[in-house]
């Protein structure tokens, strides 16, 4: 059974940094596309940042590229997400997902068809 365990969330001020991490387990990690969603009450779940699963490639929705850089570490089954120059609006909580199907990435719009696994979520709050 895959299970992906977010951590890393917290309040911070606006311009601050948080550094997100996702520890996958169950799956052949180095063989997926993993992502990062987040989400608002009411609201849709966002695309954030998407890694091949070499880490090869990086995509990142626009609100957030040149703030946001998406990484991971293969040998510790893990993906992180670091989140710079922070603002009130990237206020979410955030998901850590991997793909449905291996060595396959889908962007610039993954929708939820597109993940197969998806970890419980970390609240990120940014105040001003």
């Known amino acids: 059974q895959v299970q992906l365990v977010e951590s890393g969330g917290g309040l911070v001020q606006a311009g601050g940094s948080l550094r997100l991490s996702c520890a996958a387990s169950g799956l052949t990690f180095s063989t997926y596309s993993m992502y990062w969603f987040r989400q608002n009450p009411g609201k849709e779940r966002e695309f954030v940042a998407a890694i091949t699963w070499t880490g090869g490639s990086t995509y990142y929705a626009e609100s957030v590229k040149g703030r946001f850089t998406i990484s991971r570490d293969n040998a510790k089954n893990t993906v992180y997400l670091q989140m710079n120059s922070l603002k009130p609006e990237d206020t979410a909580l955030y998901y850590c997902?991997?793909?449905?199907?291996?060595?396959?990435?889908?962007?610039?719009?993954?929708?939820?068809?597109?993940?197969?696994?998806w970890g419980q979520g970390t609240q990120v709050t940014v105040s001003s």
């Open positions: 997902a991997a793909g449905r199907q291996r060595w396959r990435v889908v962007v610039p719009t993954p929708s939820s068809a597109d993940i197969g696994s």
